[in-house]
RNA sequence: GCGCCCGUAGCUCAGUGGAUAGAGUGGUUCACUCCGAAUGAACAGGCCGCGAGUUCGAUCCUCGCCGGGCGCACCA
């Protein structure tokens, strides 16, 4: 496809700018006002080597620039030159660019094949699966779909928090309170049962805690008791997060969690110690990273059993020496942003190079409202919201709206799900990851305006006017040929440069790992979308303009099913 | 106390070193004999937390302050 950029820097190259070809590539704007162009150069940057005013150098440009196809008209306001391109030109461009490359648009090599890892969603085993874990998961989920499409070779792990100090409590639990049929009826929840009794009774005696540090040290050791305790509770749990990944059709390629990388600590430990890195401290070993502004980080506590950092430095080497990637990314919550900061300086210290390649990409806390209070979910108090619940009550209303509208030919089944999950995942993905934010039924489900629904209801209305058009007049898209010079309208135009940044924009999402760009774009594609569905009538008289309408109809479709697609949200037909 | 993050319309949030700071939601009003009204349009709503600095130019960068969140050794 053309790229504008390339033929507006070689129109104003000249040498008398001392500026390159790139330099002034870089500088091209796309200004807030479509009055003011498509393209822009500010020419402020000019003045001082040119002793000139940015104005004059402005006028100067454009009137050195003459007649190129691409341009309808090329002129200066104030310090800017303004761009304007031949919409029907720019039209035929953009949309034959889609219309032939389909479902592949928007995807690149810049990758070129690279291998990356994303680490994300990483539930605590025997913990439920609550609204809070949405984040990770859905947000590392639209970032390996984001690297695959610039063309990456992705391997997905989701690092199970299946191990530490928590099974000690657990197992601890369990024999004190706990009875296998309740277990087998519904674990998770009688495991949260279980672990919210330990921390209460923990509270009026304290033993309970250096006994449960002593399971998990007879865990650590491999005690066959222990061993299968929590072999147990690691599947029931796995089952019930199964279920919820199901739901959001989420798959990894790696479940190797806290506990796959037991036994391969000790010799991280010994190469700490011989790189005198090491040292005692109350009982403990640990690194000492003062003189870097950080607590220091724990290797081993007094009782020598392992600890998260520990566990995160052998499965960094690991997964190093064992798939040699080209970037590790980590999706973690920001609560964790010094646990990163240390992790990667002690993989610095002991001299790994590629600990650079390694990016915590963390995202904010979800809270709960509790009357006027906020405050954290907390799986010791049991107060969480589940997301499976949450995930089934925005179908359930999906349905419910479904039944109302009484659209026909839809299996309401498969839809509302569709629909009901979509909203809940592109809910997450619409701000940026950073953000802290309350969960809120309300808002949750709440299906007008920037949300899932409207996206994929623009979607269902664009398939809606291709089902309509004729078999001829589809043919006549494919084939191409009309006269794209009726395409020039406001709102057809707004729409088709939209279109027309989409890879761009998919590689910026990619670049910064954050997937609320894409959305945000999305949501612009669809309002541009739908305000040319209301100013125009599509399936006209005018054989040129009904095809080239309906060509634009069928990339404006293609791309919203791709970006959806990114997010890993489906794109129904109907609704 | 120290470190990191956040502060933009009533609410939820986009945004950029440059031309008039934008959406959604809530409020008021309009548009379905018309390709799907889960839609579109109009109106109203702003010392871009406060104060300095850098710059030709700061809502954006730097520093300080205020407010909120998170974190700071035997949890993960």
């Known amino acids: 496809?053309?790229?504008?950029?390339?033929?507006?820097?070689?129109?104003?190259?000249?040498?008398?700018?001392?500026?390159?070809?790139?330099?002034?590539?870089?500088?091209?704007?796309?200004?807030?006002?479509?009055?003011?162009?498509?393209?822009?150069?500010?020419?402020?940057?000019?003045?001082?080597?040119?002793?000139?005013?940015?104005?004059?150098?402005?006028?100067?440009?454009?009137?050195?620039?003459?007649?190129?196809?691409?341009?309808?008209?090329?002129?200066?306001?104030?310090?800017?030159?303004?761009?304007?391109?031949?919409?029907?030109?720019?039209a035929s461009q953009v949309v034959s660019e889609v219309n032939d490359l389909g479902d592949q648009y928007g995807r690149s090599d810049h990758g070129a094949g690279r291998k990356v890892i994303v680490e994300y969603s990483s539930p605590n085993i025997a913990k439920p699966f609550h609204i809070g874990h949405i984040r990770s998961t859905v947000i590392g989920n639209a970032i390996y779909k984001l690297y695959d499409a610039i063309g990456f070779d992705v391997v997905r792990i989701n690092h199970l928090g299946d191990y530490g100090t928590q099974f000690g409590k657990m197992i601890v639990a369990y024999r004190k309170w706990g009875s296998e049929e309740e277990l087998a009826h519904d674990p998770i929840k009688t495991l949260l049962k279980y672990y919210t009794r330990f921390h209460k009774e923990a509270k009026d005696d304290p033993s309970l805690e250096d006994e449960?540090?002593?399971?998990?040290?007879?865990?650590?050791?491999?005690?066959?008791?222990?061993?299968?305790?929590?072999?147990?509770?690691?599947?029931?749990?796995?089952?019930?997060?199964?279920?919820?990944?199901?739901?959001?059709?989420?798959?990894?390629?790696?479940?190797?969690?806290?506990?796959?990388?037991?036994?391969?600590?000790?010799?991280f430990i010994q190469e700490l110690k011989d790189k005198g890195l090491l040292i005692k401290s109350e009982g403990a070993q640990i690194v000492d990273l003062e003189e870097y502004g950080m607590s220091p980080a724990m290797i081993t506590k007094s009782d020598g059993s392992s600890l998260y950092v520990t566990r995160d430095i052998a499965a960094a080497v690991y997964r190093k020496e064992h798939y040699d990637f080209y970037k590790c990314i980590y999706v973690v919550a920001s609560q964790q942003n010094l646990h990163f900061k240390q992790w990667k300086k002690v993989l610095e210290l002991m001299g790994y190079e590629w600990e650079k390649d390694c990016i915590h990409v963390p995202f904010g806390l979800v809270s709960l409202s509790d009357g006027d209070d906020i405050k954290m979910m907390?799986?010791?108090?049991?107060?969480?919201?589940?997301?499976e619940d949450v995930l089934n009550t925005a179908v359930e209303k999906t349905a419910d709206i479904m039944r109302e509208k009484q659209t026909s030919g839809v299996d309401i089944d498969t839809v509302s799900r569709e629909v009901g999950i979509g909203a809940v995942i592109f809910q997450e993905l619409s701000n940026n990851r950073i953000k802290d934010y309350v969960f809120s039924w309300d808002k949750v489900l709440n299906f007008d305006g920037e949300t899932g629904p409207y996206v994929q209801y623009t979607h269902a209305r664009a398939s809606s006017v291709l089902r309509n058009a004729s078999e001829e007049d589809l043919a006549g898209v494919r084939a191409g040929e009309f006269d794209w010079s009726k395409l020039n309208s406001d709102s057809a135009y707004t729409l088709v440069k939209l279109l027309y940044r989409v890879p761009e924009v998919v590689l910026e999402a990619a670049n910064k790992y954050e997937p609320s760009i894409l959305t945000r774009h999305l949501v612009d594609i669809a309002q541009s979308f739908n305000k040319f569905y209301h100013d125009e009538h599509i399936l006209v008289e005018d054989k040129d303009e009904k095809l080239a309408k309906l060509a634009l109809v069928l990339a404006s479709r293609t791309v919203i099913a791709n970006c959806l697609g990114l997010l890993g949200i489906k794109a129904p037909e109907r609704m």
Do not use: H
Request: charged share 30%; aromatic share 14%.
């Open 1 to 90: 496809m053309v790229d504008f950029k390339d033929i507006i820097a070689n129109e104003i190259y000249d040498e008398a700018l001392g500026l390159s070809i790139d330099d002034i590539r870089n500088l091209i704007e796309i200004p807030a006002d479509e009055k003011m162009g498509d393209f822009a150069f500010p020419c402020f940057r000019l003045a001082k080597a040119l002793r000139k005013a940015p104005q004059m150098i402005a006028a100067d440009i454009a009137g050195r620039i003459s007649g190129n196809e691409a341009f309808a008209k090329v002129e200066n306001v104030n310090a800017y030159v303004n761009f304007f391109i031949n919409r029907a030109y720019f």
């Open 212 to 267: 449960a540090r002593e399971t998990f040290v007879r865990l650590e050791a491999g005690e066959p008791e222990e061993v299968a305790l929590w072999k147990k509770f690691r599947e029931l749990s796995l089952a019930e997060f199964n279920r919820v990944y199901d739901m959001l059709d989420i798959t990894f390629d790696s479940y190797a969690g806290e506990s796959f990388y037991s036994d391969k600590m000790p010799r």
């Open 378 to 387: 907390s799986t010791r108090e049991g107060t969480v919201v589940f997301l």
